[in-house]
């Protein structure tokens, strides 16, 4: 089983910055892949980022790339995505999940389907 805890919303203007971490715990994420997703109101869970628990891949959705950024924490049970230039667009509740079962699936670790531990996510308001 793997815990994750998702924090670091809030609200903020437009071109504000803010970080969002996603603290794991339990069983090692050796091998796994952690991801983060949003959900606006009203609308499909959409992928955000991914990266590999190794921290050698990463991917991004297109509409991020260049603003967002995902990482691994310095205590390695930590995954952040620090998110600048934000836009009224990135409203959203934002997950943070783990695929256990793939090392890293390239374009498909964008899909939900593949994603087994979901955090409770943290609210992400974009005032314009």
């Known amino acids: 089983q793997v815990q994750l805890e998702e924090s670091g919303g809030g609200l903020v203007q437009a071109g504000d910055s803010l970080k969002l971490s996603c603290a794991t715990s339990g069983r090692s994420l050796e091998a796994c892949v952690v991801g983060w997703f949003r959900q606006a109101p009203g609308k499909e869970r959409k992928f955000v980022a991914a990266?590999?628990?190794?921290?050698?891949?990463?991917l991004y959705a297109d509409s991020v790339e260049g603003r967002f950024t995902i990482s691994r924490g310095d205590a390695k049970n930590t995954v952040y995505l620090q998110m600048t230039s934000l836009k009224p667009e990135d409203t959203a509740v934002y997950y943070c999940?783990?695929?256990?079962?793939?090392?890293?699936?390239?374009?498909?670790?964008?899909?939900?389907?593949?994603?087994?531990?979901w955090g409770q996510g943290t609210q992400v308001t974009v005032s314009s």
């Open positions: 999940a783990v695929d256990s079962n793939s090392y890293w699936r390239g374009r498909a670790g964008t899909q939900p389907d593949v994603y087994n531990y």
């Open positions: 990266i590999s628990w190794s921290g050698g891949n990463t």
